[in-house]
């Protein structure tokens, strides 16, 4: 190497031998232009250049290589020219040399294309057109990137994969897996960066994990990680997938317990959360990095469980990672959630860099004082301004939603000075907080910066988003006709632009659960003239006024829409709607239909079904439905057993019944609740058991209600009628 005396040996001798520099090869001049560039001695490696006799292909090459590593990208368009002028023809080396260069941009990139389209360079292999891709994709030229893929004569593996990535990182997932299935179709063999691309951008992981095993890539740690991550993100039963893969993994790394301890976490499963971070370090033998503990802390957040967050603390201290920022913040959320500030104050003052605390921090100390109502929240904004740290809109939306109305209607005027009047977020905490205030309506008004009345002169101009921020919070509430009086054209404000899509569903929503079926479809018509087909919530208003009207006609009619528009297009919930929907409406054969043309069914979709079966009497298949779900691996929840319970009572099927009661808290921990004792106490009055049916009451765990004693008043009854007729 140049570090060494030979290297300056062999550049001595090279410059000594003028006499015979015509007979030196080439070949010594260009591993030492190769060596002083690899050192970064780039005016060395252009002496070297410069007194070469005869300069070759290689030469400019690794000359361009030299100042690409270095940034001049001025001197390697200069000696690209150059060189051309020369008579020599770039090669893939020459481009990939300049696209390697940490300073390429968008236009030397396009400079780069016309060059190798000129050449023939995108046509006689892969290796220019695929870094090509990379750059161009990097810069947001996803269009440019798929142009030079279209036009490559040749694509390596690596080709396919860099098209893939720049797809999924720009957030079409369709389109990567679109290309990854084409790439199915070709001879070339899958590398294991195919599968970890096509993994980041599908949600489950089962088809892509089959084809992992086939070709022996599962045992390879990124890709079982990438898996690990496509169950996870894929919901539904993807958790319990991921968790068995985790057990099956032939070697588990930290990242791989993170990604299962965070989802477990997310999925609102915190027990779960703990026990693999437990696991995590007496099954392998592994230490918890900062984020292994930030979503331990947040699981036990979720969990309410003080002492195992103090546990997790003091694992934090130990392993001295208590001033990372993760860990920090996350310390500071679970000891404002157990509302002891003095703590969270206390972890917070201990963070490092204090004038830039991480925002994560701020945010959950807001939140904290904002819970206990003790009217800090915006002196801590106020602080937080001080200390040169911006205040996002999850700072305003911690700060807001849970203050009194005095500070609240502080917190807001600050929130307009600094620009976040029209943020949906901050609009939601602030909606919420005047709901609970009996101040819904002054949200709009404040967010202008004014104070508003029904009877103000002239009315106040709203934001659309803060308008749906606002009727979003009045509808969850259930205040529909305060939601429709806000968003009507009679409103007492207007809109600040026109009512987009969102705007006219937070209406829908409200008019069908208000039971103002008329105006639901009158709007109906008004967002089908605008906007041609249902998206996914307008179809489950409208379903659910179908299904109050119990219009079969009108269902069917919007089942029609949504088959033009794409079926499949809809979400499980649209779905779950249309089926609940044919099943009130009394058409078993609708109810199949759709069941069977579902692609994605949750535990809601199998209780619908089993409802719908046992409602027309088929109490047989509604019980092996409900067998296919439990093999499906869905847990039945307390309605799904309603919902089975409810067909073996209009079956006549008492042994069922009581079976299924047992199962319920015996293999789900599901407790029975009075409805469900209602229903099988019922279930045996009606099969002349009423003994039976008097003993489960009293064997009950709680006192039972008017419900139950009234369905075994009226069985004795109707079965006291029953004898003296028979008598």
Request: neutral net charge.
């Amino acid at each position: 190497m140049l570090h060494s005396l030979a290297g300056k040996n062999v550049h001595l001798a090279i410059s000594a031998a003028t006499a015979a520099a015509a007979s030196e090869p080439s070949s010594a001049y260009n591993r030492l232009i190769s060596e002083y560039g690899s050192a970064g001695r780039i005016a060395e490696a252009r002496e070297v250049f410069d007194k070469m006799p005869r300069r070759n292909v290689v030469s400019y090459n690794s000359m361009i290589a030299t100042y690409g590593r270095s940034g001049e990208m001025g001197e390697c368009f200069r000696l690209l020219s150059e060189m051309m002028l020369a008579g020599l023809r770039p090669t893939e080396f020459t481009v990939g040399g300049i696209l390697a260069a940490p300073p390429v941009g968008l236009r030397h990139a396009q400079q780069l294309h016309s060059l190798i389209l000129k050449t023939g360079l995108l046509h006689s292999g892969p290796f220019s057109g695929t870094a090509l891709i990379g750059v161009l994709g990097r810069h947001g030229s996803i269009g440019g990137a798929a142009e030079v893929f279209r036009e490559m004569g040749h694509r390596s593996t690596a080709t396919w994969n860099s098209m893939m990535a720049e797809l999924s990182r720009r957030g079409l997932a369709e389109e990567a897996l679109r290309l990854f299935r084409e790439l199915l179709r070709t001879e070339m063999e899958l590398s294991e960066s195919s599968l970890m691309v096509a993994l980041s951008a599908t949600a489950g992981g089962e088809r892509l994990h089959s084809l992992a095993l086939k070709s022996g890539m599962d045992s390879h740690l990124p890709v079982a990680n990438s898996l690990l991550k496509a169950y996870c993100s894929g919901g539904g039963g993807g958790v319990r997938a991921a968790e068995r893969m985790l057990w099956f993994m032939a070697e588990r790394d930290a990242a791989s317990w993170n990604t299962m301890i965070a989802e477990l976490s997310r999925s609102g499963e915190p027990v779960g959360a703990l026990r693999h971070f437990s696991m995590m370090g007496s099954c392998d033998g592994l230490l918890p990095n900062g984020r292994t503990l930030a979503s331990a802390l947040s699981a036990c957040a979720e969990l309410a469980a003080p002492p195992a967050g103090e546990s997790v603390h003091g694992k934090a201290v130990k392993l001295g990672l208590q001033e990372d920022d993760f860990v920090a913040s996350s310390l500071v959320n679970l000891y404002a959630k157990f509302d002891r500030l003095e703590d969270a104050c206390s972890v917070f003052g201990e963070t490092p860099a204090r004038e830039q605390k991480p925002t994560a921090a701020w945010n959950a100390l807001l939140g904290g004082f904002s819970r206990r109502s003790c009217g800090g929240a915006t002196a801590l904004l106020r602080e937080m301004l001080r200390r040169a740290s911006p205040p996002n809109e999850f700072s305003f939306s911690s700060a807001l939603r849970w203050s009194s109305l005095p500070e609240l209607r502080q917190l807001h005027s600050l929130a307009v000075k600094m620009g976040f009047q029209g943020h949906g977020r901050v609009a939601s905490a602030a909606a919420a907080a005047y709901v609970d205030e009996d101040a819904a309506f002054d949200v709009a008004g404040h967010f202008m910066g004014s104070s508003s009345s029904s009877s103000s002169s002239s009315p106040v101009q709203v934001p659309v988003a803060v308008a749906n921020a606002v009727g979003g919070i009045l509808n969850r509430r259930r205040h529909f006709r305060e939601t429709v009086e806000l968003l009507s054209s009679s409103s007492s404000f207007f809109l600040a632009e026109e009512p987009d899509v969102v705007t006219c569903n937070i209406l829908l929503a409200a008019y069908a659960r208000g039971g103002d079926h008329g105006g639901a479809l009158r709007l109906f018509r008004r967002m089908h003239a605008a906007w041609g087909a249902p998206d996914d919530s307008t179809a489950v208003s409208l379903l659910s006024v179908c299904k109050s009207l119990s219009s079969l006609l009108l269902g069917a009619l919007l089942h029609g829409l949504m088959i033009k528009a794409s079926f499949q297009s809809f979400d499980v919930f649209a779905h779950n709607a249309l089926l609940d929907m044919y099943g009130k409406c009394g058409s078993m054969e609708g109810c199949r239909r759709v069941f069977e043309e579902m692609s994605e069914k949750n535990l809601v979709s199998w209780t619908a079904m089993v409802a719908a079966l046992g409602l027309h009497g088929a109490a047989a298949a509604a019980l092996a439905a409900f067998r296919r779900m439990e093999e499906d691996g869905f847990c039945p929840d307390g309605v799904a057993f309603l919902a089975a319970l409810s067909a073996c009572r209009h079956g006549g099927l008492p042994e069922e019944g009581l079976w299924l009661l047992r199962r319920m808290e015996n293999c789900y921990g599901v407790p029975p609740a009075a409805e469900h004792y209602a229903c099988v106490v019922e279930l045996l009055c009606r099969s002349g058991r009423v003994e039976d049916a008097e003993l489960l009451i009293s064997s009950m765990p709680f006192a039972p209600g008017a419900a139950v004693w009234r369905v075994f008043l009226r069985g004795c009854r109707d079965l006291a009628g029953t004898r003296v007729a028979e008598g």
